[in-house]
C-alpha cells in the first residue's frame, strides 16, 4: 500500500498523488513527522521509504529499508540503504524483483551446496565404506568440490542471463 510522505503543500501533493496513483498521501510535514509516520506504518509491517533530501533523511533512517533516489543530498545517499541513480519511481519496482530473484538464487545455492556436503564429506570420510563399501580417494573428492563450486557459480550468473531474457 503506497504512501506518499511531503514537505510539498497539499495542492502539489495531491496532484502528485494522483499521477502516481495514491490514494493516501501527507502533505506539509517536518522531517520529523515524516519519520514519525514511518515508525507508525511500522507497526502494522516493514516501510520502504523512498526519499532525496535532507529532509527526508530522519524517515530514510527509521524505515527497514531507505532508497535515495536521483541526484539526492548527500545527507539523504549516505542515511539510505540503497542508492538509485535515476530518479525513476519503476527503478524501485526493478531493485525489488532484482532483490527475490538474488535472494531465490541464493537459497538455491545454499540448499545445492548443503545438500552436496551432506552427502560428499561423509563419503570422502569413508563413514558409508563398512556398511556400503562405497569411498572416494581424496583427488576426486577435491575435484568434485571444485565442481560443485563452479556449479553454484553458473546458477548465480543466471541472474544475469534472465535479467537479458526480460528485455
Do not use: C, H
Not at 35 to 50: H, M, S
Not at 56 to 77: C, E, F, K, Q, R
Not at 97 to 121: D, H, P
Request: no cysteine; glycine share 8%.
Amino acid at each position: 500500500l503506497p504512501i506518499m510522505l511531503t514537505g510539498d503543500n497539499k495542492a502539489t501533493a495531491a496532484k502528485i498523488a494522483k499521477n502516481l496513483d495514491m490514494t493516501e498521501f501527507y502533505a506539509e510535514l517536518k522531517p520529523e513527522d515524516k519519520a514519525r509516520i514511518v515508525k507508525t506504518y511500522q507497526e502494522k509491517g516493514n516501510v520502504l521509504f523512498i526519499g532525496d533530501g535532507v529532509n527526508d533523511s530522519p524517515a530514510l533512517a527509521t524505515s527497514n529499508l531507505g532508497i535515495a533516489i536521483g541526484g539526492g543530498t548527500s545527507v539523504a545517499i549516505n542515511t539510505a540503504d540503497v542508492v538509485l541513480v535515476n530518479s525513476n519511481p519503476s527503478d524501485v519496482l526493478a531493485l525489488i524483483e532484482i532483490s527475490k530473484r538474488s535472494n531465490r538464487k541464493m537459497k538455491q545455492n545454499l540448499w545445492f551446496g548443503a545438500g552436496y556436503n551432506i552427502v560428499a564429506i561423509p563419503v570422502a570420510a569413508g563413514i558409508f565404506y563398512p556398511t556400503f563399501g562405497i569411498s572416494i580417494n581424496p583427488l576426486a573428492a577435491a575435484v568434485l568440490m571444485s565442481i560443485s563450486t563452479v556449479v553454484v557459480s553458473i546458477n548465480a550468473m543466471g541472474l544475469k542471463y534472465e535479467k537479458a531474457q526480460e528485455k
